[in-house]
């Protein structure tokens, strides 16, 4: 029976791909989409921020970061620590609270577990909103959490069992038992708005009823002692830290100062103040007052902004003495916190620092230094501050390169604070980065940002504008933070977050940087091709300009689409850093399509859905331009901008389609009435061995849309004309499966200025299923990639094979296929559409080395349009695993992913966040964090220090004793992220199994992806 199976099961082939390669999703980067919920703990040092889809993300000190997921989608209203404690609660949308805590690994690292679920259930028959939470009070004592409902109760919720003490219930009627007869009957209580503790004494709590009702409550005689008569609806509390005063923030835009003392008359208001009045104002929806050493106290509130003029604003106003600021945020403020003294003994809070959670980032404000001034965040980067366009990887950053970007990109950031982080809880157990890595991010609005994708945290190095370059309706100079010494309101805009842009042309759209010579070159929506290099110093200087165009040879033909950027005349002055000093402007002004550097050879070409270029930035010439577009092809001049859409046209294809479809068909019937007599009988059927069923696949037609469209471009040193000489040659494959070989004389570095570079048109390809080529790739003798350029001059890389035969590699969308250069002649193909029903849409050659010895490989990383990354072996072109990574419907997803040269990479699952991920074994990224309780003195030492779960048969009998208490829903440990687990047998075999079973759900596979607490390890497996 061996001879009906086709061979390639090789045991030892399989043990080499279990070194080499693994997939896991590693960290997310950038910021929380639709945040709902933040929580801090001054006892932990950590900061938790909630989402709408029911995810709760924990940030320490850089490097220290935590992911749990619900398992209901819901949205997190609310987050509250334990105080004292390595534990915390969260409130979600369907009114159920759930309790997260540490447990530690017996790897040494923490990670983040969902201990129980509860759900405040009323009497039989009663209406939701009799239990509908609306504010929690987490009790010092460490054993009770106080809920405050839409019915104006206040129940008693036992801690670890959420067990409900209903006998220690607040009910509104014994609330209201002692309320002045006048104000009861003119006024309900409505529900409960906020809850807080005695910052002295833990036996009395504050209850805010939201029609303005004080109470402080003593929870030893179960009574009220004193009650607060406010007259404004009420929006929150505060209670100063020597527990003598309280603060209420109102609807109308006022606070109130209450005293608080020992006797039994009512209080009266001290002081009732309307900051931004006279006129009608927004609620003041949150306030702090904050003591200090100077007897000024800083007084903190969000909102109260007047109705008429600034009712749009997001603001929080900061007063300290006559220094009064409204901070001004661009989207709207979820929740914000104090960092002040920790120490509960301290007498003063002393204040350092404002965080504030808006919907679009996180700004954090330094209260010590004159001017309070933003902190620059270590993560949480606001990635969408303009949307992401493209984004580019470069990895193994040389020293000197990285510390010039590093220097441009302090100087930019001189406005910011220079104090550390101040949210430094817990403590990172990864090693240092291996290599320095960059990720940049082209934006709509023509900027491109500098990542540190090194670690854990994706940090900001340093932004490149473009703007200078053109005209646009805004003046770049322009300073949105300026405002008069007399404006009133004193509103200064904060935060980085600017989603509209000035001009949507300025948008980037491909990124190319070498990382041993300096260039970059990048190109825009308008046509725009700018080449830098990285300056030290501010320099003005005068761009060359450069035009390209691409339809000079055809007739008949009218651009429909936007017009060119307009540049600006004469000398340009431009920061330290990256410098433009020559333009290329194609014309027709289309969308940049594909963008290749070289640069030992000093070129640089680009491609549109018309055709591609060449220009030499040496001696800024253009050397050559070639059109691609195709007569019948007129949607390809009506731009990316334009509104046209040639309807008749695409129903015109359709109905072609569908009518080869049809005769295809009928052919295929015909013929198979034809073969109806068996042709083959027993003994020959046995010689034949049985391949995979193909798909049948329809080629494409020539008059397709965009098939002019230029998808990639590629240079190569390589055999192009004759066997025995080889050349420069530029390689650029197009939408319609036509592959261009030009061959290039570039002059030696002595002539370069002097004689002009040449080309000459010397191969063209025809696929014959004319799928977009989406990758070309030339193998060198030993079947190795051609290295990058400069590569081999840093002794970074080994020189490429000169002596055997060269293959050119040529990736289209349905399949991969081998020629041999120079006659280009057919060697090997594997039809991944036909096998697999899947197109490529990325494709890149990553490095692989096993994670036991010295063993590495070059394979091809592929992601298809069902979100799956296969990895393909180099030459031999053979599937070695499959893994799902991205949703199907995940369009966007899909399309913003870039692989990394050494087996990683990123795509974006929400427009503020990159999923970060790994394909190696030897090369991972992610957090290990370790949180454990500070050493805590004096009589707060009365439970457990720690907090922290250690798995001990005590325990394991106590969390089963208390599941069966009434109030309580104990779950399971959630399992570890896929990474955690691959140690395992088990799942080693399962994986094994799914890889050479079937493809799986992805649902299957991300539900052991489990946002917990993590296994992490940078640049190696553990």
């Avoid at 969408?384 to 390169?401: E, F, G, Q, R």
């Avoid at 070309?776 to 094979?801: F, N, W």
């Amino acid at each position: 029976m061996r001879r009906f199976l086709r061979p390639g099961y090789d045991p030892v082939r399989e043990r080499l791909k279990r070194d080499l390669f693994q997939f896991n999703k590693t960290v997310e980067h950038g910021f929380p989409h639709q945040p709902s919920a933040l929580g801090y703990s001054s006892f932990l040092h950590l900061m938790a921020i909630g989402t709408r889809s029911g995810a709760i993300k924990l940030y320490g000190t850089p490097g220290v970061e935590f992911m749990g997921l619900h398992e209901e989608t819901n949205t997190v209203m609310q987050i509250h620590f334990i105080p004292g404690q390595c534990q915390l609660v969260t409130l979600l949308d369907d009114n159920s609270l759930h309790l997260w805590s540490f447990k530690q690994q017996r790897n040494g690292a923490s990670e983040l577990q969902e201990k129980r679920h509860f759900t405040l259930r009323g009497p039989p028959g009663s209406p939701p909103s009799a239990t509908q939470v609306t504010a929690i009070l987490a009790h010092s004592s460490q054993e009770f959490l106080y809920l405050g409902t839409e019915s104006g109760n206040v129940f008693v919720v036992e801690l670890p069992s959420f067990r409900v003490l209903e006998d220690q219930t607040i009910s509104p009627e014994v609330v209201l038992q002692h309320v002045p007869e006048d104000y009861r009957s003119r006024r309900s209580i409505e529900l409960v708005e906020s809850l807080k503790e005695h910052p002295q004494n833990p036996n009395q709590i504050l209850i805010g009823y939201s029609r303005g009702l004080i109470v402080l409550w003593d929870l030893k005689s179960n009574k009220a002692t004193h009650h607060f008569l406010g007259n404004q609806q009420l929006e929150n509390l505060f209670w100063q830290k020597s527990g003598h005063q309280i603060i209420s923030c109102h609807y109308d835009g006022s606070y109130t100062q209450w005293p608080v003392s020992s006797d039994d008359r009512q209080p009266e208001p001290l002081e009732s103040k309307v900051p931004y009045g006279p006129f009608p104002c927004k609620a003041i929806t949150k306030i702090y007052w904050q003591t200090t050493k100077n007897g000024l106290p800083y007084i903190i509130f969000q909102g109260g902004m007047p109705r008429a003029s600034y009712g749009d604003r997001h603001s929080i106003s900061v007063v300290h003495g006559n220094q009064q600021t409204a901070f001004d945020f661009t989207s709207r403020v979820i929740d914000f916190f104090v960092i002040a003294n920790p120490d509960p003994l301290a007498e003063f809070d002393d204040p350092s620092a404002m965080v504030v959670l808006a919907e679009e980032e996180l700004v954090v404000i330094d209260l010590k230094t004159p001017g309070w001034p933003s902190v620059q965040p270590p993560y949480l980067a606001s990635l969408h501050c303009s949307a992401i366009t493209c984004s580019h990887h470069v990895s193994n950053i040389p020293l000197k390169l990285w510390e010039r970007i590093i220097s441009a990109g302090n100087k930019q950031n001189s406005h910011f604070s220079k104090m550390p982080w101040p949210i430094d809880g817990g403590t990172s157990l990864a090693p240092d980065p291996p290599q320095r890595d960059l990720l940049l991010t082209g934006h709509e609005d023509g900027t491109v940002r500098f990542w540190n994708a090194s670690g854990v945290c994706l940090s900001l190095l340093y932004k490149l504008s473009t703007v200078r370059v053109f005209l646009t309706d805004a003046d770049p100079n322009d300073n949105m933070n300026q405002m008069g010494d007399d404006e009133w309101p004193p509103l200064r805009k904060v935060g980085s977050f600017d989603p509209y842009s000035d001009d949507p042309r300025l948008g980037i759209q491909k990124i190319f940087l070498c990382k041993y010579s300096g260039y970059f070159a990048i190109a825009g929506t308008a046509g725009q091709v700018l080449v830098m290099e990285l300056n030290d110093e501010e320099a003005e200087q005068v761009i060359d300009h450069a035009e390209a165009d691409l339809l000079q040879d055809q007739e008949g033909y009218r651009w429909k689409g936007h017009e060119r950027l307009r540049t600006r005349e004469g000398p340009v002055r431009f920061e330290p850093g990256f410098q433009p000093f020559v333009l290329v402007q194609c014309q027709p002004p289309a969308v940049v399509t594909s963008l290749a550097l070289h640069s030992e050879w000093k070129l640089v070409a680009f491609g549109t859905s018309h055709g591609f270029g060449l220009f030499d930035h040496q001696q800024k010439r253009l050397v050559f331009v070639k059109c691609t577009l195709h007569p019948s092809d007129q949607l390809a001049l009506e731009g990316p901008l334009s509104r046209v859409k040639s309807l008749k046209k695409s129903l015109r294809q359709s109905f072609r389609r569908m009518r080869r479809s049809r005769v295809s068909n009928r052919k295929r019937r015909t013929a198979e009435v034809q073969e109806g007599i068996p042709r083959y009988d027993q003994d020959a059927l046995q010689e034949i061995e049985l391949a995979p069923v193909q798909r049948k696949i329809e080629a494409r037609s020539a008059e397709d849309s965009f098939t002019g469209f230029v998808r990639t471009l590629y240079f190569a040193d390589t055999f192009l004309r004759d066997s025995s000489r080889h050349c420069p040659s530029l390689w650029a494959g197009t939408n319609g499966g036509t592959i261009y070989a030009f061959s290039l004389r570039v002059p030696p570095a002595e002539r370069r200025m002097d004689e002009p570079v040449k080309a000459e048109q010397a191969k063209e390809i025809q696929l014959m299923h004319r799928a977009p080529v989406v990758g070309i790739l030339v193998l060198d003798g030993r079947s190795t990639p051609l290295p990058e350029p400069l590569e081999v001059a840093h002794d970074l890389s080994k020189s490429p094979d000169m002596q055997g035969s060269h293959q050119l590699l040529v990736v289209s969308e349905e399949q991969f296929k081998i020629f041999t250069l120079p006659k280009v002649s057919s060697k090997l193909k594997f039809k991944l559409t036909a096998l697999e029903g899947c197109r490529v849409r990325k494709v890149t050659v990553a490095s692989f080395a096993s994670s036991k010895d010295e063993y590495n490989e070059n394979d091809l990383a592929v992601l298809t349009n069902l979100g799956d990354i296969h990895i393909i072996s180099l030459p031999l072109l053979k599937i070695q695993v499959r893994y799902p990574c991205i949703r199907k419907e995940d369009v966007s997803g899909i399309a913003s992913c870039v692989f990394t040269r050494y087996g990683q990479g990123f795509y974006l699952i929400s427009p503020s966040e990159f999923e970060r991920f790994s394909l190696s074994t030897k090369w991972l990224v992610e957090p290990r964090c370790l949180i454990e309780a500070p050493e805590k003195t004096g009589n707060s030492c009365m439970h457990n220090a720690s907090g922290m779960e250690r798995p001990s048969k005590k325990s394991n009998r106590e969390s089963g004793r208390s599941s069966s208490e009434p109030g309580g829903d104990e779950r399971k440990p959630a399992k570890l992220m896929e990474h955690a687990l691959l140690n395992d047998e088990k799942v080693l075999k399962e994986i094994q199994s799914t890889l050479e079973g079937g493809r799986g759900s992805y649902g299957d596979r991300n539900s052991r992806r489990i946002q917990v607490g993590h296994r992490l390890s940078n640049g190696g497996a553990e």
